[in-house]
């Protein structure tokens, strides 16, 4: 016999796959006291904004948390007790925030449920440049920014890119990043923003505590849910604070940089 | 202690038998046309009722007896029963060839093969398909499939749609010791799980254990599937070959030796990517999407007492994105499995058969990242160099114990990076970094003993001890409880740095109330010394396999099981109801948000916990006849306990599918036709799904609040398949498959995600994605 190759195929091929709304009926959920807590190197007020979660299919509507006790202090021994401001938003007036030092946060809300949070704020890395690059388009630029991350030390960032037009700015412009494969090195990030000549951005470089890092990088997707039948099972982000509150509270540094595309 | 002392005593009571005035018949049975040596054919002795013994992995069988006139009858289901007389007064070396029946599966009064071998042997919870089976049974886009084919048997479940990926019994999906002649394969499927890496061409045998495993096999908690190549037609030329919709298959076989040696080699290909190439989007026409795999293997006896196996596979599945617009930039992935085994039979006696095994078994990823000159490729993967030495020693017609040892030498990647870059711009510190490579040293040593107590009571009793160490050269972390490296310690080459062992029993046991009615138990421990960590819950290719390790216990599973087996009108069917009750140790989990890729830490990110599954599956089978085939509804759940999930509360796994039934049936309507479906129905997977929602750095984000506190909609299909035989001609043999997945165009939900709702941005809403709805396939399968 001689081996010989028969080749003859047909193709009848359906791959099609189909979306549709379903209503599933999901459990209601006892409300949850979600903290957004941030205190910087730079000048106050910091805010501290308390509300609760709501049932899946509720309309947006995030009750604030009022009437509740929040008190900020340091390691070096300063305290203040914040004021409610708007319902749900606490404001200080007197305390400034200092690189290095480490920071309590403690709400104790109108029925008597206390939370803690704790926070070491990083020392602030300086943009070392804003740059620009021919995008993909003829006249259009992309940013390139530049720093260099200190060496011996675990540094988290989170970038901030804003433009003058603000319909530019897509998903990709606030990134967070470690240090952990390029530590000391001197980092480069370019986003993908197509700008034109004129346009002027400012970009703010914030350098974070991990448990805030942690906090953005497990965040699910702003629809939450699962992506696909084989993704891991989502869960809630990690967290600073206690007594099963959900959100942060993070002291963080910032420096900042702008340019005009040329 | 107990253990060892049983085993003696069955070794003293059977050498008690050694006085007597005995012989051996022993041989090997054959196929008469292509000479393939059978697994599982069985030899009765129709003077002595409940005597007999049936033919090991290579064919090989062995009976002692007290001398006599006998009448010794040779049997494999679908084949002529073969009875030989024999005066037997000295040993007798019998190898015999068996004829395919002509008309096998139409015939009612089929008698042949010990028929109820289910009923009186002890193994329980074991499945067997054979290739004609698999063959027949309708699958998505005619690709036969073992992997997928095994789903539609009690206890075993599919990962997803059309995946091959499956649990058994509750277990995960890296608890399976999935073996290709002996080779361990790492990843057992191709485009992501939607095929198996098993060419049915290739194939001679497949046995699931979901059960009472045999000592024989270790290292893996839930499941055995032993899968066995084709040795090749040692009598003629052949070629075997199947054109289907996307892929294509050819298998050359024939004698090296004529009757004394043969080979086989079996390849396949995919060819979505030519379509791609013509008719999909222009951006990525440059792309490349395909699997292929080779299987070969070549035997040849040297002589009466030793025979020679040379067996390999290489399999390689390429994903390449490249964008034709910008050919500087591309993503890539490609993986496979490479398997090689040596194997060499030796006859010591004709009751004493050692197998020796030499084998490699390796799997690799790697991911490629081109941009401007440079490119960036991430291997990861596993290696193994293992020797086995199996002896099997046919004592006597009552008593054949197995024994051997194993010895795994594995080398773990968890993550190299290479850059090759013409240009001087990328840093050196970034270049060629690698996470160090792990080492273990897997020893096992078992012996198992079938023995025949009385009439009524069958019994193998097993104890395997396995060992690990975990060698150096390398670098072990310990964490606080927060995650962070509290402590790091170095080893040199081949430091043992830890080492972990455990005494398994298997025991099973069959009492026997008479011809077709039985009731078995069933008890094993095993241990399970590695752990597939993943992102996802379906197999995917960059799955990272971790040994145990100062922080990672080895898995442990227990399993007790229990079953009554029965079989009507003369063997043509067989049923059987089982339960079981498995619990295990030491699983894995991961921290939210954990990052399981290229991190030397990945340990810190795990979360350590305990499973606990229990089951009643019951089958019936009807094995002959123009309808043949099954019906099998199992219900089980599979629960699991982790301290840093949900503060411990028991949650469903995601397979905790509860009810799960299918119903497969063939229907030989003439020689020229035969026609099947199966239909399967089960309970949906354990989910996690929000249960609210809350405003953080204004964006709205879901609140969840159990573990898999939901269900998937319930999933149901039926499929359809006709083969049409185009009569044979003496040359050429050929059929036309024609096939449907999902007839009822079921949407079953692939996946349910939530999106705002584009009409009101104030509200949530879920949507289902279902694929595969209709899916018809039509296979040329040709024969010369």
Request: charge should be neutral.
């Amino acid at each position: 016999m001689k081996a010989k190759n028969i080749f003859l195929s047909i193709m009848l091929l359906t791959f099609i796959s189909c979306e549709k709304v379903i209503y599933i009926d999901l459990n209601t959920s006892n409300p949850k006291i979600i903290v957004e807590a941030n205190l910087t190197n730079q000048q106050g007020p910091y805010k501290v904004k308390i509300s609760h979660s709501v049932n899946y299919y509720d309309a947006n509507n995030f009750p604030a948390e009022t009437g509740a006790h929040v008190t900020l202090n340091d390691n070096a021994g300063t305290t203040e007790t914040l004021a409610e401001v708007t319902p749900g938003n606490y404001e200080t007036s007197t305390l400034q925030g200092v690189e290095g030092r480490t920071y309590s946060l403690k709400i104790v809300t109108a029925d008597g449920s206390e939370y803690n949070a704790a926070s070491t704020m990083p020392y602030h890395v300086l943009i070392d440049s804003i740059n620009f690059e021919p995008g993909r388009e003829g006249n259009s630029f992309r940013v390139i920014c530049k720093f260099k991350d200190p060496e011996g030390v675990l540094n988290y960032y989170k970038l901030h890119l804003t433009s003058n037009d603000s319909t530019k700015i897509d998903s990709t412009d606030i990134r967070i990043v470690a240090d952990g494969f390029a530590d000391g090195q001197e980092l480069t990030l370019t986003y993908r923003t197509e700008l034109v000549p004129g346009d002027s951005v400012f970009v703010m470089l914030e350098c974070i505590d991990k448990t805030t890092y942690d906090f953005y990088r497990t965040l699910p997707d702003v629809e939450g849910g699962i992506r696909s039948f084989t993704s891991a099972p989502p869960a809630n982000p990690v967290t600073n604070l206690s007594n099963g509150a959900l959100g942060y509270f993070s002291a963080r540094s910032v420096s900042v940089g702008a340019a005009v595309v040329h | 202690m107990k253990y060892s002392l049983i085993i003696a005593f069955l070794f003293f009571n059977s050498s008690l038998s050694f006085s007597q005035n005995n012989y051996t018949i022993s041989g090997t049975i054959h196929d008469n046309k292509t000479g393939e040596a059978m697994i599982g054919a069985t030899l009765a002795v129709k003077e002595i009722p409940a005597t007999g013994v049936s033919t090991n992995a290579y064919g090989f069988y062995s009976l002692t007896l007290a001398e006599g006139k006998y009448t010794f009858s040779y049997r494999f289901t679908g084949y002529e029963e073969r009875d030989t007389v024999i005066d037997f007064h000295h040993n007798v070396k019998l190898n015999v060839d068996l004829a395919e029946k002509v008309i096998s599966l139409h015939e009612v009064n089929v008698t042949s093969e010990a028929a109820n071998k289910n009923v009186t042997s002890p193994q329980m919870s074991v499945q067997k398909l054979s290739i004609k089976e698999i063959n027949s049974i309708p699958v998505f886009l005619g690709e036969r499939d073992i992997l997928k084919t095994i789903q539609l048997l009690p206890g075993i479940k599919g990962v997803t749609e059309g995946n091959s990926g499956f649990y058994v019994r509750g277990g995960g999906l890296d608890q399976n010791l999935i073996l290709l002649d002996e080779a361990n394969v790492y990843n057992p499927g191709h485009l992501l799980g939607f095929f198996s890496v098993f060419n049915s061409d290739a194939i001679k045998d497949v046995t699931i254990y979901k059960g009472g495993i045999p000592a024989e096999y270790g290292g893996r908690i839930s499941s055995v599937v032993d899968v066995k190549m084709n040795d090749g037609d040692n009598k003629k030329y052949r070629a075997t070959g199947g054109i289907g919709l996307i892929a294509s298959r050819l298998t050359v076989e024939g004698p090296i030796v004529k009757n004394k040696g043969s080979f086989i080699i079996s390849g396949r290909r995919t060819y979505a990517d030519l379509f791609l190439k013509i008719l999909g989007p222009k951006e990525l026409r440059n792309s490349q999407l395909y699997f292929y795999d080779l299987n070969a293997k070549a035997n040849y006896e040297l002589g009466p007492k030793d025979h020679i196996f040379i067996s390999g596979y290489f399999g390689r599945d390429n994903f390449t994105f490249r964008n034709s617009t910008n050919t500087n930039r591309s993503f890539g992935i490609d993986w496979g499995n490479t398997t090689a085994t040596l194997r060499e039979n030796h006859l010591f006696t004709d009751k004493l058969f050692l197998n020796s095994s030499f084998i490699f078994s390796n799997y690799s990823n790697n991911i490629t990242l081109g941009s401007g000159d440079a490119q960036f490729q991430v291997t990861t993967g596993i290696r193994d160099f293992s020797l086995k030495e199996n002896f099997d020693y046919y004592i006597s017609a009552k008593n054949t114990v197995k024994f051997g040892l194993e010895s795994i030498y594995h080398i773990f990647r968890p993550g190299e990076v290479t850059i090759n870059s013409a240009s001087a711009t990328i840093r050196p510190s970034v270049l060629n970094k690698t996470i160090e490579r792990k080492h273990g040293w897997e020893n096992g040593i078992y012996i198992s003993d079938d023995y025949v107590l009385s009439k009524k009571i069958n019994i193998n009793f097993g104890l395997r001890y396995s060992l690990f160490t975990d060698l150096g050269a390398g670098t072990t972390y310990s964490y606080g409880g927060d995650g962070n490296v509290n402590d790091s310690s170095l080893y040199s080459s081949l430091q043992p740095i830890k080492t972990y062992s455990g005494i398994e029993p298997r025991i099973s046991v069959a009492y026997i109330f008479n011809d077709a009615n039985s009731i078995k138990a069933s008890y094993n421990r095993i241990y399970q010394y590695m752990h597939l960590l993943s992102n996802s819950t379906a197999e995917t290719p960059v799955d990272l396999w971790i040994p145990c390790s100062n922080v990672v216990q080895p898995q442990i599973g227990d399993q007790v099981a229990l079953g009554y087996f029965r079989n009507l009108k003369q063997n043509m069917y067989e049923s059987s109801v089982e339960v079981y009750y498995k619990k295990m140790q030491n699983q894995i989990d991961y921290k939210p948000g954990a990052d399981l890729r290229f991190n030397k830490t990945v340990e810190s990110q795990l979360l350590f916990g305990t499973g606990t599954a229990y089951g009643a599956e019951f089958f019936l089978k009807k094995r002959y006849g123009k309808l043949n085939g099954w019906i099998g509804y199992t219900y089980s759940r599979t629960l699991r306990n982790f301290d840093g999930i949900d503060n411990g509360a028991t949650f469903p796994a995601r397979q905790d599918e509860i009810h799960d039934v299918s119903v497969v049936g063939i229907y030989e309507l003439s020689k020229r036709w035969t026609f099947s479906a199966s239909w399967v129905y089960n309970t949906g997977s354990a989910v996690t799904w929000p249960s609210g929602k809350y405003q953080i750095d204004g964006q709205v984000v879901s609140l969840y609040t159990n573990r898999n506190g939901y269900r998937m909609p319930a999933y149901h299909r039926l499929d359809v398949g006709a083969t049409w035989n185009i009569i044979k001609t003496r040359r050429l043999e050929s059929s036309w498959n024609f096939s449907v997945y999902n007839v009822y165009a079921r949407e079953n939900a692939f996946s349910i995600s939530f999106q705002q709702d584009p009409n009101d941005p104030s509200k949530t809403q879920a949507v289902q994605l279902s694929l595969f709805r209709f899916v018809p396939a039509i296979t040329y399968n040709f024969k010369f």
